[in-house]
Structure formats: structure tokens, C-alpha cells
């Protein structure tokens, strides 16, 4: 009896846990529209409350501040889950993400990534990817911003066939450096937010893991030379640690 008590007491606070992370997103949205501070600096703290609040403890090899603040970068890295968004935003929190367009529709995450300037793209629109890639070539020639792009366009813990190319040919065109990075979890598939996986009780279910190591490989800054070798050459990479 008192076992099953104390169950269900935990579930309810790991869906209370999961509720407030959403509200959180909305909270810090608020103050963002509200203060004059830089974006950048409520990403991050943001970013280390939510890792801090699953118990996430992140080890890096390698070293983020090469993306210095005000210089173009274009930053890739394989995907796994929505928490290497959270990950990306601690390590590099004047990145802006490309996302695809549904997320603006999101209770709450909508609103914080067009606050945190997300460039969103309709992936079955032509039209739409090219004014992204326009919007990009703007962020980085004239803003001086950095970009942080997942290739794969999708999650997963297995090695796919092919990532698009198209930040590769961006950094080739703008003659931008690049940072790749590789991530993975333990344990990885509590993490991993595939398949037919729902947001809220993903989360929920995170929430009662605990003790979850995010390893973080990041390469220093490269020149693209040829945009298809090179992106199949990260991807080999990057997702040679999934295989």
C-alpha cells in the first residue's frame, strides 16, 4: 500500500515537474519581451535551469567559446532528442536555430523561438527553403549572427543514409567556419525523443530517470572546401558514435 502510494506521488510530481518546464518556456518568453537584457543571456540561464531540473550532467570535449560572440559561425551537430536543443542553447547561446515551421504553432515553444530569433523553414515548400536560406546568408553576411543547424532534418539514434548539405554550402559560399558537434546520451534511448514518442509524457518519463550524462564532442571551427564531401564527412562523424 504504501508502495503504491508513493508510485503514484511520484508520477504526480514528475507530471507536475514536466507541466512547469512548458510554463517555464512562456515565463522566460515574458521577461525577454519585457527587459532590455540580451536574448542570449536568458537562453543560457534558461538552458541550465531546465538541464539543471532533469538532472542532466553534461561533459564537453572541446571547447564552445570558439563560437565568440558577434562572429559569424555556422554550428551542425547530429540530433537525438529536443533536449540537444537545450544542450546547444548552454554551449552556444547567441546561436539562432533553424526550425521547422510547425514549431511556431506550439504552445509556448512557439512563442520563445520566435523570440530567440529561429529562422523556420516549410520543409515542403521550395519557396520557404530558399527564403530560409536567404534569411540565413542575411543573419551571417550582414548580422554577424551564428547559425546552429541540425543536417538530419529528424531525430534518431541510428545512422542515417544522408543529412542535407545545405549549411555546408552556406559556410562554402559565405567562406563561414564551421563547428561540428557530436552528441550522446546515457543511458541514450530515455533521452532519444523518437519514433512515435509524445512531448509531454517524454518528458514526464525524463523527469523520473535521473542521473543522465549528456557527452558533448565539438571540433574546432573548418573551413568548407567542398560542401558534399565535407557534410558526408561530418555526418560519418557525428553519427559514427550511434552506430
Not at 60 to 81: D, E, M
Not at 145 to 170: C, E, H
Not at 173 to 186: G, K, M
Request: hydrophobic share 40%.
Amino acid at each position: 500500500m504504501f508502495k503504491q502510494k508513493t508510485s503514484v506521488q511520484n508520477q504526480l510530481r514528475h507530471c507536475y515537474s514536466a507541466l512547469q518546464s512548458f510554463l517555464k518556456i512562456g515565463r522566460y518568453a515574458d521577461w525577454v519581451e519585457r527587459s532590455q537584457y540580451p536574448v542570449w543571456m536568458f537562453k543560457r540561464r534558461f538552458a541550465k535551469e531546465f538541464l539543471r531540473s532533469l538532472g542532466i550532467e553534461v561533459k564537453v570535449t572541446g571547447n564552445p567559446g570558439w563560437a565568440q560572440p558577434k562572429t559569424p559561425f555556422l554550428i551542425v551537430s547530429n540530433h537525438v532528442s529536443y533536449v540537444d536543443i537545450i544542450l546547444m542553447m548552454w554551449l552556444f547561446p547567441h546561436a539562432s536555430f533553424v526550425a521547422k515551421a510547425e514549431v511556431q504553432k506550439w504552445p509556448w515553444i512557439g512563442k520563445g523561438a520566435r523570440l530567440a530569433h529561429s529562422v523556420f523553414v516549410k520543409r515542403s515548400n521550395l519557396h520557404s527553403r530558399r527564403d530560409a536560406r536567404d534569411a540565413i546568408y542575411n543573419a551571417i553576411q550582414k548580422d554577424h549572427r551564428q547559425i546552429m543547424m541540425f543536417p538530419s532534418g529528424t531525430t534518431s539514434i541510428r545512422p542515417l543514409q544522408s543529412w542535407k548539405k545545405g549549411a555546408f554550402d552556406i559556410a562554402a559560399a559565405t567562406n563561414t567556419p564551421l563547428i561540428a558537434v557530436r552528441l550522446t546520451y546515457s543511458p541514450l534511448r530515455p533521452v532519444a525523443y523518437i519514433d512515435d514518442d509524445v512531448l509531454y509524457f517524454h518528458l514526464m518519463n525524463l523527469y523520473e530517470q535521473r542521473n543522465i550524462v549528456a557527452h558533448v564532442e565539438i571540433l574546432e571551427p573548418q573551413l568548407i572546401q567542398d560542401p558534399a564531401k565535407d557534410c558526408e564527412r561530418v555526418r560519418n562523424w557525428a553519427e559514427g558514435i550511434l552506430s
